[in-house]
Structures are given as C-alpha cells and as structure tokens.
Nanobody, 124 residues
Framework: VQLQAFGGGLVQAGDSLRLSCRAS????????IGWFRQAPGKEREFVAA???????IRYQESVKGRFTVSRGNANIVYLQMNSLKPEDTAVYYC???????????????????WGQGTEVTVSS
C-alpha cells in the first residue's frame, strides 16, 4: 500500500484542521492506520490510530477529546483536529501496519508503510 497525507496548513490556536491519509495504491482494509507527528527538534510521537478490522481506535492522551480519527471509504482515513494548540505544531505522518493490536498501535516500529508528511503550524 502507498499512502499520501495531506491537509496541513497554518492555523491559529483554537482552530480546527482535518488531515487526510489516502491510499494511492491498494486499500486500507487489511491495516491499522496510524497518525504520528514530529515537532522540530523532537522525536516522532504517536497521535492516533484506527484499525480497519473491528474499528479499534487509540489516541495519545494529549489529544483525547480534541482529535478524532475516522475512516471514509476503503482508501481514506481522516484525522479531525479541533481546539488546536501551538504544541500541536509538527509534521504529521500517516502509516500503515498489519496485524496490530491495541497495545502495539502506538509504536512506529510496527508500521511498515509511511506516507510523506504534511505540516501543521498552530500560531498562538
């Protein structure tokens, strides 16, 4: 599967933004789709993940209640980001991993396919 992430931009604190992760080749039905982000000078961190089969969803604690991951058709997954904060500023990546369970969703090492990042900048 090949992934494309898009939808980033420059917004103000409190605004909303929706990122999309699209499969340019293949579909997502066999995978868990994870969202990760990397802020300048920091390590990549887990944001949220959606397992297509069974619809298991996991969020990082800092985004719970503000971010929502959902799926469209078999080729697209969304990350709706509300109440954005300056600390959400990062390059956001989507990734696909097969055979993941809830406890393994947060580790980037478990994802085999990665899209290019899309930059999100939140100004204060």
């Amino acid at each position: 599967v090949q992934l494309q992430a898009f939808g980033g931009g420059l917004v103000q604190a409190g605004d909303s933004l929706r990122l999309s992760c699209r499969a340019s080749v293949g579909t997502f039905t066999r995978y868990t789709i994870g969202w990760f982000r990397q802020a300048p000078g920091k390590e990549r961190e887990f944001v949220a993940a959606h397992k297509w089969s069974g619809a298991t969803i996991r969020y990082q604690e800092s985004v719970k209640g503000r971010f929502t991951v959902s799926r469209g058709n078999a080729n697209i997954v969304y990350l709706q980001m509300n109440s954005l904060k300056p600390e959400d500023t990062a390059v956001y990546y989507c990734a696909a991993g097969a055979g993941l369970i809830y406890s393994s969703m947060a580790s980037s090492a478990n994802y085999d396919y990665w899209g290019q990042g899309t930059e999100v900048t939140v100004s204060s």
